[in-house]
Structures are given as C-alpha cells and as structure tokens.
Nanobody
Framework: QVQLVESGGGSVQAGGSLRLSCEVS????????MGWFRQAPGKEREFVAS????????NYQDSVKGRFTISRDNAKNTIYLQMNTLKPEDTAVYYC?????????????WGQGTQVTVSS
C-alpha cells in the first residue's frame, strides 16, 4: 500500500520560508511523476507543483513561480517543496500526491497534509 507522509509545515511571517518534505513508502518513486497540492479554508484543492520521474521537468502554478521549488531525492524516496517569500495567500494545508500507477497518471494517492500558515 502506498503511503505518503508530509512534514515541515508551520507558522511563519510573510516573506519567510519553509521546506516541506514528503516521504513515500510502499512504492519506489523513481518511476513516477510526483506533485504538491494545497487546500485553503473554504476553497477547493489546487495544484501547486509537479516534477517528472527523473526530475528534469517541473511545472508550477503561476502564483508560486519564482518562489517555490519542487525537487526529489529518489534514493530517499522523498520529494520536497522549498517555499520562499511566503505570502498570507499561501496559507493552506499542503498535500503530497502520487499517480495511480505507471500506466495512469491520475493523482490517486495522497498524504494526510501539513498545515502552512503565513501571517502578515
């Protein structure tokens, strides 16, 4: 069974930084694209960033481009989200996501989420 465990969330002031981690078990992530999503109170879950299986290509939501960086360490079966110049509107629960399988890239496996709170 695939399990994703996020960590690294917390409370910071605007302009600060946080680094989120997502450790995956039950699957070797080296064959899979991976992603980060977030959900703010009263809003739907939204895409934040993704990274291809080899780490060569990344994709970001426009609002985080230039501030967030997704990366991965396949040897540690872990992905990361470095978040800099945080803004109050980045406040949300952040989720790590993995696709269903190598033939189906639908985001199907999710972590429990980690809270990020940015105060002005």
């Amino acid at each position: 069974q695939v399990q994703l465990v996020e960590s690294g969330g917390g409370s910071v002031q605007a302009g600060g930084s946080l680094r989120l981690s997502c450790e995956v078990s039950g699957r070797t992530i080296s064959r899979y694209d991976m992603g980060w999503f977030r959900q703010a109170p009263g809003k739907e879950r939204e895409f934040v960033a993704s990274i291809t299986w080899g780490g060569r290509m990344t994709n970001y939501q426009d609002s985080v481009k230039g501030r967030f960086t997704i990366s991965r360490d396949n040897a540690k079966n872990t992905i990361y989200l470095q978040m800099n110049t945080l803004k109050p509107e980045d406040t949300a629960v952040y989720y790590c996501a993995a696709p269903r399988n190598v033939f189906d890239n639908t985001w199907a496996h999710w972590g429990q989420g980690t809270q990020v709170t940015v105060s002005s």
